[in-house]
């Protein structure tokens, strides 16, 4: 099976172009003030070997863009015009995919849910929530919809529903996890894929937003159920103290363990946080 590289970690490569994102928004801010910048970091994973542009819409959602005040069509605009910049930037490089984010619940509260996955909504409430920005999306010109950073068991239920809801569209589904076998309520890996076993719009199922070191042992639990997509953090550590990251994860290394991970099956790769373009580079040259 041929491999897909994704892209790397987006808000990482705005701040590196001049972005300030110390905003509840993050990264999707920019879709109101500077969509240019957006575009441009998109350019630079596609020109570094991407096949596939993960939208600026993780952070952007109907409820996040109403806190700041704007209204329910401007919002819209600002969600569909994620979709636009990733497939400006695929054009002109010359081709690849456009993986529209729907990011989690947890993103919108802005207090770290998504690595505690301590919500206050229940599955009901959640698919809820979901449902507003999922049709948005699943309307638009993206390739395919990536469900990413999942941290809790109903919520993986509430976007299975969605998926049966809209069966023109493509998915998959990545999950933030805890360690080698788990996301990060506790729920096995393999009993969260299993909602998603067997349904044809499921392209992938795996984990983002994790240390590199838990990921070999997730490709292992989910081999042979579907697909599998992985795309880590760097692999640096955030030291909440003194509000900096410790370590430093050579972009060299993360290109030769992504070779291991394709070779334990894992056939959709990439970068989530604190991973640059040089990281994406060295995925596609150590891949190919």
């Known amino acids: ?13 705005l701040e590196a172009l001049g972005a300030d994102l110390g905003d509840e928004l993050w990264s999707a801010r920019l879709l109101l003030e500077d969509p240019g910048l957006i575009l441009s970091a998109h350019a630079a994973y596609f020109a570094a070997g991407a096949d596939v542009a993960i939208t600026s819409s993780y952070q952007a959602s109907l409820p996040g863009f109403a806190r700041r005040g ?5 919002a819209e605009r600002l969600i569909r015009l994620s979709v636009e910049l990733a497939a400006q930037a695929r054009d002109e490089a010359g081709g690849g995919l456009v993986a529209a984010s729907i990011g989690p619940y947890g993103a919108f509260l802005a207090n770290g849910a998504e690595y505690t996955s301590d919500y206050d909504l229940d599955e009901e409430g959640l698919l809820a929530w979901h449902r507003p920005r999922w049709e948005i999306l699943a309307s638009s ?18 976007l299975a529903r969605l998926l049966t809801e809209t069966p023109s569209v493509k998915a998959w589904v990545s999950f933030s ?7 990060n309520d506790g ?26 070191r838990h990921i070999p042992g997730l490709i292992a639990s989910l081999t ?4 599998v997509v992985v795309y880590p953090n760097s692999g640096e550590t955030w030291d909440a103290d003194q509000r900096r990251w410790l370590g430093l994860a050579d972009p060299v290394e ?11 099956g894992a056939s959709l790769i990439g970068g989530c946080c604190r991973t640059t373009p040089e990281h994406i580079r060295q995925i596609r040259s150590h891949l190919s």
């Open 177 to 183: 996890c805890r360690d080698a076998t788990s996301i």
């Open 224 to 227: 042979g159920m579907l697909p």
């Open 70 to 74: 704007l209204d329910g069509a401007l």
């Open 1 to 13: 099976m041929t491999t897909l590289v994704l892209d790397g970690g987006l808000s990482t490569h």
């Open 187 to 212: 729920t096995p890996i393999t009993e969260a894929a299993a909602l998603f076993t067997g349904n044809p719009q499921v392209v992938a199922v795996g984990a983002n937003c994790t240390a590199p």
């Open 254 to 264: 993360y290109g030769q363990a992504a070779k291991e991970w394709q070779a334990a």
């Open 141 to 158: 010109e993206a390739d395919l919809l990536a469900c990413e950073t999942i941290p809790s068991y109903p919520e993986a239920r509430a």
